[in-house]
């Protein structure tokens, strides 16, 4: 894509968006990012991942609105509403009326409703932030190694090779355990929150790092990078503004199919309970309380597993649609 | 009993305490005379009762734990469901008799002759060995034998899990074990004295009158020194009760089989009705709950009670209920409170806190009425001699903010201040019961931050850790204690104490300090009087109430299920769990 050589009559061929047929009243060019648009646009699947995504976002941004207008603050115990024998909701369906749109959790009667919404808090905060830190780290390192090549190249490749071996589940369960309370400054959630992100993000760039490393080493050889070359543009020059340009679409598309990726893992953390510490809500850890009760409750398993399922299902089919519309020659 | 489980156990374990004391213990079947049995299936048959009696021998009964043991060795336990099963291989100078109800907690003779003989100042017990007893390969059983297991049991650096009772009364004279022991026999220790094969004389530094609950503690089963292999020796205990080892896989399974040196006539306590007695080993304790309602497992070993969903399923369906008990048992939960750390140091506070405390929520989280009964004082009930009263009188036990609110500004703090508090992070009842202090508390602006802790180390290295628990402000501690025999001392001694606490950490006494508490447990001590006695350690539960260290929460109930194979049933109040000593199945 975005061969700088325009050839009348291949962009017809390979892109046929690209070419506007205005009854012969020349019209200008539609851009890349204008193609691309249209051809998401036409994705339905990609879209309606796309609207879950932003809704999801919104949700995230306005839970206590949200919480205030249809639910209790979420840590709030309600035991009138449990079964003082058998621990579970006395009502019908976990608990489910108008009052508790999602029924309360066994035992202290929370509102699971409300612990959803702030679920989604933490989730998509720890994948976004992570995600970033990995893809800057990833991209940052894949460039550099691709393009000056030679001892860097090797040395950066091995360095990928390692963090790729690391155990990373382990590690993060073993840092998570001896963390104490207070560190570098931060406290509670807050510092458990930043570590998270930390493990998950700078654990999981090598992957990236690799595919931009390749797509670099396939533009480094183009046309166009030798012409700049050979006008005398520095190394900067080129890395800025001939290769990260063409490098903007292979990291959208491995962004969005890495949150995915981190929303599991950081619920795995807090399903081992070594994510966020209780009372703060988190999808993991409700699954995690939900276990001893899967029999007597479902429905507390179903709610958190569900909003996990959602969240990762819209962001892989927006992350598939994603790359489809970027590079339909890779479909 | 500390009643210490390996992580997977705790989520099921601790998750089972429940039953419906109301029902049970009380309802005058327990009068102690155990002649009484049942045998129609309906709730709370094994209470106070023998259910399903039978002298039928034969089978093999299973049993499962979520966990593992501390240590199968006798001279390193300190579960109470460790101690109910050593019996099975192991014989002490007395034990607990095998019968239901109140008559399960009276000590009889095992090894001995009789119960011991004390000498006026009751600091000298003298005990006479029973003859012909023997080892399982056929070694007669001398009174030195027992002088050795009981020298080694001082041995903490090598057996850290034990109690440390006969460290503290022992007149060691400094004595520290038998492996750095330099006469030649190893029996160096002066305080027991082992005049003929025999007998055995045991010298104290203070007088005690209890020593009979010594004497039945698991250390004095005895050891022969050349089978000791030191930490190893739990690979193959040499046993001198009905049953042996066959198979020992550490961690997995053991099997007991019949011991061919055990002699029913020296033994009129035990019935020893299997053939063999199996023991799975960390089992998920939802499993374990769900082959116990299908029959394809005799006993929970742990005996606190099935979990959360089989306790949904049990009293929701009659015909499964009909096969539960529930237990009263001599067990509190309870919270900490740390006068190390400030503002708790002040008196005000702590009494602010006890008013704060919403005591349903606390019972909530322990499984409701059937988990237990919301404790006004820290003695249960259940213990000879225990009152009942309630220094910190709350509506409806929900908590007072006025009154809490006074005690704040009397302490200087009226708005509240911020602590941590600390529970183990694998019990999900420790937890449930944090995020309700939280949320009462909250209330009258007192802030707590949730710290779990591995419960492997929780009083190891965390809140039994003075300067740990003081570094990390660990006002607050989520605890509980289970009586290691069911009297005031067996209660009380190893959690009010302040001359228990050990700067190098292991403590259970998490947070009681005050000389006047500690000088009535001397009084309680050395009252001979049974009665006299009773009072005196109520005094001693009034003063630490008074002081306002512990935040009692719940005394615990556990709901038990016993398959319908299962022969010769009932809860016996000196474990508060199944007696397996008398236990048989119908399964062949």
């Known amino acids: 894509m975005s061969a700088p050589l325009e050839v009348p009559g291949a962009a017809e061929q390979s892109q046929p968006e690209a070419v506007v047929d205005a009854g012969g009243v020349p019209v200008a060019g539609r851009s890349l990012g204008q193609i691309a648009w249209l051809r998401l646009k036409r994705d339905r699947v990609a879209m309606g991942g796309g609207v879950v995504v932003l809704f999801l976002i919104a949700v995230a941004i306005f839970a206590p609105l949200i919480v205030a207008w249809l639910g209790h603050p979420p840590n709030e115990f309600h035991q009138d509403q449990i079964d003082p024998n058998l621990q579970t909701a006395s009502g019908k369906w976990g608990g489910i009326d108008s009052e508790f749109l999602l029924g309360v959790e066994p035992v202290n009667g929370r509102d699971l409703f409300s612990r959803m919404v702030y679920g989604s808090r933490i989730s998509l905060l720890v994948a976004f932030l992570s995600t970033l830190l990995s893809v800057v780290i990833g991209t940052v390192v894949g460039v550099v190694s691709g393009f000056f090549g030679g001892w860097i190249d090797t040395l950066l490749s091995r360095l990928m090779d390692l963090f790729l071996a690391f155990p990373l589940l382990v590690f993060a369960l073993a840092i998570g355990a001896v963390i104490p309370d207070k560190a570098f400054g931060l406290a509670g959630d807050a510092l458990r929150i930043v570590l998270m992100i930390v493990v998950i993000g700078f654990f999981s760039w090598p992957y990236i790092g690799r595919i931009i490393r390749g797509q670099t080493l396939s533009l480094r050889e183009r046309e166009f990078v030798d012409a700049a070359k050979s006008l005398g543009a520095r190394s900067p020059y080129i890395l800025f503004r001939e290769l990260l340009p063409n490098l903007v679409a292979p990291i959208l598309v491995y962004s969005t199919l890495l949150i995915p990726t981190n929303i599991l893992f950081e619920a795995a953390l807090s399903f081992l309970n070594v994510g966020v510490r209780p009372p703060t809500a988190t999808w993991g850890g409700m699954l995690s309380e939900a276990t001893r009760f899967y029999q007597i409750a479902p429905g507390f398993m179903l709610v958190p597993g569900l909003a996990i399922f959602v969240t990762v299902m819209a962001f892989n089919l927006f992350g598939d649609g994603l790359r489809d519309a970027l590079d339909p020659r890779g479909r | ?588």
């Not at chain 2, 029902?23 to 209470?47: I, L, M, P, R, Y």
């Not at chain 2, 004389?201 to 007088?207: E, N, R």
């Not at chain 2, 499964?320 to 529930?326: C, E, F, Q, T, V």
Request: proline share 6%; charged share 25%; glycine share 10%.
């Open chain 2, 1 to 588: 009993m500390r009643r210490r489980r390996s992580i997977v156990a705790v989520v099921a374990a601790t998750a089972l305490v429940t039953g419906l004391a109301a029902c049970g213990g009380d309802d005058g079947d327990t009068d102690g005379t155990g002649d009484q049995s049942a045998t129609k299936a309906e709730f709370n048959a094994g209470v106070g009762k023998v259910f399903n009696p039978s002298d039928a021998k034969g089978g093999t009964l299973r049993f499962a734990n979520s966990g593992d043991w501390d240590s199968l060795d006798p001279g390193d336990t300190y579960y109470a469901y460790a101690w109910n099963f050593v019996r099975l291989y192991g014989r002490s100078l007395t034990m607990f008799k095998a019968a239901p109800g109140e008559e399960g907690a009276t000590v009889v003779p095992d090894l001995a002759e009789s119960l011991g003989t004390p000498s006026d100042d009751a600091k000298t017990w003298t005990y006479k060995l029973k003859s012909g007893i023997k080892f399982e390969d056929g070694t007669p059983v001398t009174s030195k034998d027992v002088k050795y297991a009981v020298e080694r049991s001082l041995d903490k650096a090598t057996f850290p899990n034990g109690p440390t009772y006969f460290n503290d009364f022992l007149d060691t004279q400094g004595y520290e074990s038998p492996y750095k022991d330099t006469t030649p026999d190893k029996l160096g220790l002066k305080a027991i004295e082992t005049p003929d094969d025999q007998t055995i004389i045991f010298k104290l530094v203070k007088p005690f009158s209890g020593f009979d609950y010594f004497a039945q503690m698991p250390s004095t089963i005895p050891v022969p020194r050349d089978k000791d292999t030191g930490t190893k020796y739990k690979e193959h205990v040499v046993s001198t009760g009905p049953y042996m080892f066959e198979t020992n896989e550490l961690g997995k399974r053991i099997v007991l089989t019949r011991n061919p040196n055990w002699d029913a006539a020296s033994d009129p306590n035990r019935k020893a009705l299997p053939d063999k007695i199996e023991v799975q080993l960390n089992v998920n304790s939802d499993d374990m709950d769900n082959r116990l309602l299908s029959g394809d497992l005799d006993v929970a070993i742990e005996g606190s009670g099935v979990g959360a969903a089989a306790q949904g399923r049990i009293l929701a369906d009659q015909a499964l209920k009909a096969n539960a008990d529930s237990a009263e048992v001599a067990r509190l939960w309870f919270t900490a409170m740390n006068s190390d750390v400030a503002p708790l140091d002040n008196i005000e506070c702590r009494k602010a806190v006890e008013y704060a405390v919403d005591k349903t929520a606390y019972q909530r989280a322990y499984g409701g009425d059937i988990g237990g009964k919301i404790a006004s004082n820290i003695m249960p009930p259940v213990i000879p001699g225990a009152e009942s009263f309630n220094l910190y009188e709350t509506p409806n036990n929900a908590g007072d903010v006025n009154k809490a609110k006074e005690h704040l500004t009397a302490c200087g703090q009226p708005n509240g201040f911020s602590t941590n508090i600390s529970y183990r992070a694998e019990r999900p009842k420790e937890k449930a019961t944090a995020e309700g202090l939280q949320q009462a508390l909250a209330k009258v602006g007192i802030k707590l931050t949730l710290r779990p802790f591995p419960l492997a180390d929780y009083t190891k290295l965390y809140a039994g850790k003075p300067d740990y628990a003081k570094a990390n402000n660990l006002g607050l501690m989520v605890y509980g204690w289970g009586a290691d025999w069911p009297d005031g001392f067996g209660f009380l001694s190893q959690i009010v104490d302040s001359r228990v606490i050990r700067a190098t950490g292991g403590n259970t006494n998490l947070a009681v300090k005050d000389p006047k508490v500690d000088a009535l447990v001397d009084k309680a001590m050395s009252e001979t009087d049974k009665a006299a006695r009773e009072k005196a350690w109520v005094e001693v539960d009034k003063a630490t109430m008074e002081g306002a260290w512990y935040v009692p929460g719940i005394w615990s109930n556990g709901l038990l299920y016993r398959p319908k194979n299962l022969t010769n049933v009932f809860i016996t109040n000196g474990f508060q769990m199944y007696d397996y000593l008398a236990m048989g199945t119908t399964n062949k």
